[in-house]
Nanobody, 117 residues
């Protein structure tokens, strides 16, 4: 059974930084795309950043230049370094893995990030 466990959320003042981490366990196909999504209160879940196994990244326009996604293939972990946080970044952040072959998708349970103004 695949499990994704996020950590690192919390309360931070605007302009501050946080680092989110996600550890995946279970039988996950090694060729996969890892990502972070977020869902703010009253809004739809949105993509924040993705990273492929070879390290190619993609970011939502709203976080470009402020957030950095990274992964450790040996440990099956993905991280999101968030800097210059804004109140608009307040959301529950979810870890996501999609296997390239078979397209199985796995979600974490989420970690809350609150940015105060």
């Amino acid at each position: 059974q695949v499990q994704l466990v996020e950590s690192g959320g919390g309360l931070v003042q605007a302009g501050g930084s946080l680092r989110l981490s996600c550890a995946a366990s279970g039988n996950i196909f090694s060729r996969n795309v890892m990502a972070w999504y977020r869902q703010a209160p009253g809004k739809q879940r949105e993509l924040v950043a993705t990273i492929t196994r070879d390290g190619s990244t993609n970011y939502a326009d709203s976080v470009k230049g402020r957030f950095t996604i990274s992964r450790d293939n040996a440990k099956n972990t993905v991280s999101l370094q968030m800097t210059r946080l804004e109140p608009e970044d307040t959301a529950v952040y979810y870890c996501y893995i999609r296997e390239v072959i078979g397209s199985m998708i796995y979600w974490g349970t989420g970690t809350l990030v609150t940015v105060s103004s």
